[in-house]
Structures are given as structure tokens and as C-alpha cells.
């Protein structure tokens, strides 16, 4: 059987996110969406949303598993029988990070794989941190991520300015 693993931090999930997740779910029998618990960026949706908005948004795609891991990706992948990674491309500029990233998993585990998909053109320019801005601001996130977490992201930002 072969298990993808589609990991990141989903700090919100987008629709570039969407766009490689459903297409990488077309070439595997199961994909894992994998969103990372600890890291040293603090994320502004507790792990808790992330998966929630994840949930709500995959609801009903049979192939697809959400998750959540903290520590080495690799030692995640070992425990759920995964050998593959998938992830983005959008730019030349996230190259020289991805394939550092490649390499150092490669060394951990030689038996881990990682594959790139282009990201969809329209979601070239898209990022997390871009939604959070332009959120932040109650600027207009539609197209950027999916229609159901809309209000749930303004939301938290009207929630934490009080
Ligand atoms: N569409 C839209 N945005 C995308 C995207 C796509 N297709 N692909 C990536 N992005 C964006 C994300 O939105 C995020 O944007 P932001 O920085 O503006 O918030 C950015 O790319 C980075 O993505 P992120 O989800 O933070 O993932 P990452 O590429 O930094 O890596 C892990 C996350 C989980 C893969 C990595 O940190 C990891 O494996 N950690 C565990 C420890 C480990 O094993 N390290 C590796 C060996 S040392």
C-alpha cells in the first residue's frame, strides 16, 4: 500500500494546500495530512483549529487521514508505515530550503522519498502567513482558503484583539 504523508504546519490551511492535497491524493492509496504540534514559529491557530478546519474541509474524502506529529517527520512516518513525502512547490525561492529538507530526511532514512508537485498557478503567491496578514486586517481571504473556515478565521483574529 502506498502512504503518502503530506506534512506542514496548516497555520490556516489554504486553498494552495487544498490544491496539492487533493491531486497527491489521486497517485497514493492514502495520504496522511500531518500538522506539526511544536515548532519554533508559535502558530496562531492552536493545533486543535488547524485539524478542525482540516476536518471540516476534507469531510467525506476517503483516502485522506489527518493527523498530527511533533519531533523528527521521519520517526512519524516509520510508526505509520509511510515511505513518501509530498510536498509544494511554488517558487524557485522554496527550492533551496526543500531540497535541504529533502536531503537532511534522506539521511536520516534512506528509505524516505520526497516528491515535489507544482503548485497550481493560481495559488503561486499564495501563503499562510499572507491569509494571516491580510486576515489580521479583515482583508479579503476569499479564494485563498476555503469557503467554510471564512468566518471561523476572522473570527479568531476579533477574538484575540479582545
Ligand atoms: N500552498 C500554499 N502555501 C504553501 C504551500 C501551498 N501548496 N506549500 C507550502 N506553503 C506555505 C505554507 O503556507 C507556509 O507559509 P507561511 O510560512 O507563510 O506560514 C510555508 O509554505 C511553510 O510551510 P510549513 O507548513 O510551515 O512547512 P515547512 O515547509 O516549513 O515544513 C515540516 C514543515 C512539518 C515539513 C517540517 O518543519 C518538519 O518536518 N518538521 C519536523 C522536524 C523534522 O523532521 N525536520 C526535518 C529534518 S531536520
Known amino acids: ?9 496548516f497555520d ?3 486553498n ?9 491524493a489521486k497517485i497514493c492509496d492514502k495520504l496522511i495530512v500531518a500538522v ?17 478546519f482540516l476536518k471540516e474541509v476534507l469531510d467525506g474524502k476517503p483516502n485522506i487521514e489527518i493527523a498530527t506529529f511533533s519531533g523528527l517527520l521521519v520517526d512519524f512516518m516509520k510508526k505509520k ?5 509530498i510536498k509544494g512547490l511554488r517558487a524557485v525561492s522554496d527550492f533551496e ?15 524516505i522519498e520526497t516528491l515535489f508537485m507544482m503548485t497550481g498557478i493560481n495559488y503561486s503567491y499564495l501563503s499562510s502567513s499572507a491569509v494571516r496578514e491580510l486576515a489580521s486586517h479583515r482583508g479579503n481571504i476569499r479564494d485563498l482558503v476555503p469557503d467554510i473556515i471564512i468566518e471561523r478565521i476572522y473570527k479568531k483574529y476579533e477574538e484575540n484583539r479582545g
Request: hydrophobic share 40%.
Open 12 to 14: 490556516p490551511v489554504t
Open 97 to 111: 530550503y526543500e531540497f535541504q529538507m529533502a536531503l537532511l530526511n534522506k539521511n536520516l532514512d534512506e528509505n
Open 16 to 24: 494552495g494546500h487544498l490544491d496539492i492535497i487533493e491531486r497527491a
Open 1 to 9: 500500500m502506498r502512504i503518502f504523508v503530506y506534512p506542514g504546519s
Open 81 to 85: 508505515g509511510a515511505n513518501t513525502i
Open 36 to 52: 506539526l504540534i511544536n515548532r519554533n514559529k508559535s502558530p496562531v491557530f492552536t493545533v486543535e483549529e488547524r485539524v478542525s
